[in-house]
């Protein structure tokens, strides 16, 4: 099993590194697009934000890399982020493998003081897709975030903050992609990464 | 929903953790990395590892202990201790901390503050602050771990390391903090609600009840304890439970 995880100016990559290590695999951390596509898996992690990496990966070329890719792919927080149509962050047209999607900044409803970013364990409902076998309904998650993509029909998991329900995780096709980071969700993020290194894809 | 996290806070000197431990599995060892698993296992929601080394060695020490930590560990965690500049951050951002707490080094230079948060994200930036109440029940902020009182009133300065970029207040009460008489509720209730960044209150636990209260009365978003876990007075997965009956979201 190759795992690619897809090295950009995007940070704490570290992380996921470690987590895929916790699963026995030996991930290859890369920016060559030859080893990207030649994976069994690949990885789309980071932290950061929307305008600088897409600025990035289209300089680097890596957005067409990312687009061509037919394997598993998981986008992770602003990897899902990135994998949207528009990112309000910035204002920035990301690489719409989500098309139509649109990351949006949250906003406190009138009255309350809303904490940004939405940080810590949050649970996550709606659970559909072999991502999640072995999870339970309200099984809790680690986000740190600003921004989110509203739930929608691409939408394989779902997590309520400041009166929204947004999508934590999406799929289509070959791309997933979870707002949070499973690999700082304990067990129930170890049992994710684990469901998609050995996911059978479909 | 999201949940109050509870997070355990463990001193380390020279590779070791240092105060007495005493789980009772756990009984001589003083592997931060055994602990790190141990209260991941147990539940808490993240953990905070403070370098206390004084020496140039046990500081290289410590960054072995974070990248041994980081490879064992699948929650959240923030190291602090002798972090003055930019590099320190990156190095233990390197090593696989996910964040950074800063205390004396942000108020000798507040500017630090903006400079972490563009370069690694205000998510990486813990500011913690220690305070007293003044006699004329103004909150003043003091620096070299109690030692050197400021000019910064506890509420003015959590505001500015909010607007700098920080991207959460550690509130330590120097009068609360290792009394086990509860939090200062009324105090952290005013700085929560006047930030919109999350609250960690620190210092001051003894009871259950206390970490409740954090909780509803002082609008804590977190809850920080060391010798109460350490010593198993508080262990946290009954303590979670309990707080859950009590109607407080907490991850079990």
Same mark, same amino acid.
């Given at each position: ?61 890596? !957005? ?74 309200? !099984? ?63 | ?11 380390? *000197? ?47 020490? @410590? ?17 602090? $201790? ?36 563009? *370069? @690694? ?49 550690? @509130? ?7 009394? *086990?008489? $509860? ?19 620190? $210092? ?27 010593? $198993? ?20």
């Amino acid at each position: 099993m190759k795992v690619a995880v897809i090295k950009y100016n995007a940070g704490n990559i570290c992380s996921v590194v470690n987590a895929l290590r916790r699963v026995g695999v030996e991930p290859c951390v890369t920016d060559e697009p030859a080893v990207i596509r030649a994976a069994d898996r690949v990885i789309f992690p980071g932290q950061g934000s929307a305008a600088p990496t897409m600025a990035y990966l289209r300089e680097s070329g890596l !957005d067409a890399v990312i687009a061509s890719l037919t394997q598993p792919v998981l986008g992770i927080c602003i990897g899902q982020q990135l994998l949207c149509g528009h990112s309000d962050e910035g204002m920035v047209d990301c690489l719409g493998i989500f098309p139509g999607t649109v990351v949006q900044k949250f906003t406190a409803p009138a009255g309350v003081n809303l904490k940004v970013p939405h940080m810590g364990w949050n649970s996550v409902e709606q659970l559909s897709s072999p991502l999640f076998d072995g999870l339970n309904e309200g !099984d809790f998650v680690y986000f740190v975030h600003s921004y989110y993509v509203p739930a929608s029909p691409l939408s394989i998991a779902t997590t309520e903050y400041g009166g929204v329900r947004f999508s934590s995780a999406m799929r289509r096709g070959n791309f997933y992609a979870t707002q949070f980071h499973p690999e700082k969700s304990g067990d129930v993020g170890e049992r994710i990464i684990r469901n998609f290194i050995y996911l059978c894809h479909d | 929903m999201l949940a109050k996290r509870i997070i355990p806070c463990l001193d380390v *000197k020279d590779g070791r953790t240092v105060k007495g431990v005493n789980f009772v599995n756990l009984r001589d060892a003083g592997d931060p990395v055994d602990f790190a698993r141990l209260y991941s296992e147990q539940g808490a929601d993240e953990l905070v590892f403070l370098d206390i080394a004084a020496s140039h060695e046990g500081r290289k020490t @410590f960054v072995d202990v974070v990248s041994r930590v980081a490879e064992a560990v699948s929650i959240p965690f923030t190291v602090g $201790g002798g972090i003055h500049e930019l590099d320190d951050v990156s190095r233990m951002l390197d090593a696989g901390a996910d964040k950074v707490s800063l205390n004396s080094a942000i108020l000798r230079n507040p500017k630090l503050i903006d400079d972490i948060a563009a *370069k @690694f994200g205000s998510q990486v930036c813990v500011a913690a602050i220690d305070a007293r109440c003044e006699e004329d029940g103004t909150w003043a902020c003091y620096l070299n771990g109690g030692r050197i009182r400021t000019e910064y009133n506890l509420f003015d300065w959590a505001r500015e390391a909010q607007e700098r970029g920080a991207g959460e207040i550690l @509130f330590t009460s120097m009068d609360h903090d290792g009394v *086990k008489q $509860g939090f200062p509720n009324e105090a952290l209730a005013r700085l929560s609600d006047n930030l919109t960044i999350p609250v960690i209150a620190s $210092g001051g636990a003894g009871t259950r009840e206390h970490f409740a209260d954090a909780f509803r009365l002082g609008h804590a978003d977190a809850a920080l304890a060391a010798s109460v876990f350490h010593f $198993g007075e508080i262990l946290i997965p009954e303590l979670k439970a309990w707080l859950r009956e009590q109607g407080i979201s907490v991850r079990l």
